[in-house]
């Protein structure tokens, strides 16, 4: 999967989830589904469970999306530091 597939990845799981933007948490999950990604691989060969670290994420993501789409239906916008720890 290429650059423009990830983003396109990443842009359609903000879709399913609803919300009007994508954030980076959106690309993370995208990118942790490609095991040929540089990422992916980096954070391999620490030891991380690739899996594992796909399934915390892909649960933050939807717990982000959710608040998201909260503050999104009262008229407000999303924060800049949205994806801030």
């Keep these: 999967m290429g650059r423009e597939d990830t ?3 990443a842009a359609a799981l ?3 989830a609803r919300v009007e933007e994508v954030h980076c948490m959106h690309l993370l999950t995208a990118l942790l589904e490609q095991p040929e990604a540089l990422l992916t691989r980096a954070v391999a060969i620490f ?3 690739i899996k ?10 939807s ?4 608040r ?3 503050v999104e239906s009262k008229g407000q916008g999303v924060s800049p530091g949205e994806c801030s720890p």
Aim: hydrophobic fraction near 45%.
């Design 7 to 9: 983003f396109q990845r």
């Design 14 to 16: 903000a879709a399913t």
């Design 47 to 49: 030891g991380v469970d």
């Design 52 to 61: 594992e670290l796909h399934s915390r994420i892909v649960a933050i993501t």
């Design 63 to 66: 717990a982000l999306d959710a």
């Design 68 to 70: 998201q789409g909260r």
